[in-house]
C-alpha cells in the first residue's frame, strides 16, 4: 500500500528498484535505502550514484560502540534499551496510560515535587525551554534572566523572539549568582517572571536556586529554571527551592536517548495559566493542552512515541531501584575522582568553588600545550571515547567531560584517566 502510493508519486529513487526497498532488513520503509547508504557511509565519502546507495540498501546499521563521556547524550541506561524493542501500543491503550501514571510518579521523585502538572513533553531540551517560556510570556511580559553561560543566553534570545521585555544580570561564565546579588536585582526590575539555569552544562556550573527564590517569590514573579542536566544525577528540589516552571531532557542524568523532556508546573503556575487572558502564539508547545492528554479523560494532542516512554520508565524504575540518593552520591563521588585525577594530570577546573560544580559533568581547561580538539580526536580513534569541546565564548579552550549514569562510577572514571593519561 505505502509502496503503492510512493511509486504512484515517482519518487525516483523507489522507483528504479522497488524491490531493494520491499526487502530492507530493516521491515520498514521508514529506513530508506539513500538514508542507509550515507549511514553505511560514516568515514568514507558518501555516495552520490544511485547504484552505490542501492548497493548497501540490505546492510543493517552498525553505529561504532562508544563510551559517551560528554555532557550528552549519555550512555543510556541497559534496561532502557531493551524496553524500546517491545511493541508499539495505541495512544489510549490502557496499559500505555497505566505506563503513562508509573512515569509521572517516577518523575515527580527525581524532580523533588508534588506538582501533579508533572510529564513528558515531545521534544528535547531546547523544545522543553521553548515550551516552557512560550506557554507563559506574552509580548510585553517582563523576564529577568539570570546569565552566565550559554543557555541562559539561549533562554535570552527566545524570550526576545516572543517579545517579552528581558533583563539580565550578567556574570562572567563559570560564575554563580549569590542571594545577595539576586535580591537587590530582583527588587529593582520587579519582573513577572525570574528564569535561571540549574546545571549550566556550557561552563560546568550548579546553581540550586535557592539565593534566587526568595527574592522572585517575595515579589510574585514565577519562576522558571532549566533543570536539563540536573535532573536524575544531582539534586533538583522544586519543591524546597521554589521553582514554578522546571523544563529537562531525557538524554543526560536520565540515562535515556533524547526525544521526550519532562516539564513540571507549580500549583500557583498552572493556577496562572487556567486563568490566562490570552492563548500563547505556540499550539504544539502549550503546556495546559498537552497536559489534557495525560490527565484524564486524555484528550488527544501529539501521537506519543511508545519506544520512548518505556526506556524512560525503565530508566525511572532502575533509578528507583537504586534509590535516587545513592544515585546522587554516586554521581558526586565519581565527580571527586574524576577532578582528582584530571588535576594529577595537569587539567585546571573552570569553577573554582567545588561546592558550584556539576557533579556529572566537569568542566576543565588542558594542560599548556595540549591542543583540546586533537585529545578530543585521539580520545576518539585510539579508544572510542567521546568527550566534548567548550561552547560559545569556551569554544576551543575549555573540555567538557560527563562521567553520567551507567558511567560514574570509580571503574568507569579510572578508565577514562587512563585512556587520557594515554593521549596526552
Ligand atoms: C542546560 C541546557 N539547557 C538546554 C539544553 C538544550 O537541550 P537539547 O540539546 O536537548 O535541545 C542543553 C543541552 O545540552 C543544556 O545543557
Sequence with gaps: MWLRYILAKGLPLLESNPEE???????????????????????????????????????????????????????????????????????????????????????????????????????????????????????????????????????????????????????????????????????????????????ETSTGAYQSGKAITPAARAIDALVIADCVTSLGAMPVSLDEVGIDVAFSCSQKGLSCPAGLSPVSVSPRAWERLRNRERDPATWYLDLELIAKYFDAPHVYHHTPSPPLYYAMHQALAAIEDEGLRN???????????????????????????PEDRIWHLTTVFP?????????????????????AS??????????????????ATTENVDLLLNALTASL
Design 21 to 199: 526497498t520491499w526487502r530492507n532488513p530493516a521491515g520498514n520503509l521508514s529506513a530508506l535505502p539513500g538514508e542507509m547508504a550515507i549511514l553505511g557511509a560514516a568515514g568514507r565519502s558518501r555516495p552520490d550514484k544511485l547504484e552505490d546507495m542501492l548497493a548497501t540498501a540490505a546492510k543493517r546499521i552498525a553505529p561504532p560502540k562508544r563510551l559517551l563521556y560528554g555532557p550528552g547524550p549519555a550512555m543510556v541506561e541497559p534496561r532502557a534499551y531493551e524496553a524500546m524493542n517491545l511493541p508499539v501500543l495505541g495512544i489510549f491503550d490502557p496499559y500505555f496510560l497505566e505506563l503513562l501514571d508509573e512515569i509521572r510518579v517516577g518523575l515527580r521523585t527525581v524532580f523533588g515535587t508534588r506538582n501533579s502538572a508533572t510529564f513528558p513533553i515531545p521534544a528535547g531540551g531546547s523544545g522543553a525551554m521553548e515550551a516552557s517560556l512560550a506557554t507563559f510570556l506574552r509580548p510585553g511580559s517582563k523576564i529577568a534572566i539570570f546569565a552566565a553561560g550559554h543557555f541562559a543566553d539561549r533562554m535570552t534570545v527566545m524570550a526576545r523572539r516572543m517579545a517579552a521585555e528581558v533583563v539580565r544580570f550578567e556574570k562572567p561564565w563559570g560564575q554563580v549568582f549569590t542571594a545577595d546579588e539576586a535580591a537587590p536585582f530582583i527588587e529593582r526590575e520587579r519582573p513577572d517572571f525570574v528564569a535561571f539555569v540549574q546545571a
Design 327 to 353: 544515585r546522587w552520591e554516586r554521581h558526586r563521588l565519581a565527580s571527586e575522582r574524576l577532578i582528582a585525577g584530571l588535576v594529577k594530570l595537569g587539567f585546571e577546573p573552570l569553577v573554582a568553588r
Design 367 to 387: 594542560p599548556p600545550g595540549v591542543d583540546p580538539a586533537a585529545l578530543r580526536q585521539r580520545l576518539l580513534q585510539d579508544h572510542a571515547i567521546e568527550i
Design 390 to 407: 567548550g561552547l560559545g565564548q569556551l569554544a576551543g579552550k575549555i573540555l567538557r567531560i560527563g562521567a553520567m549514569g551507567p558511567l
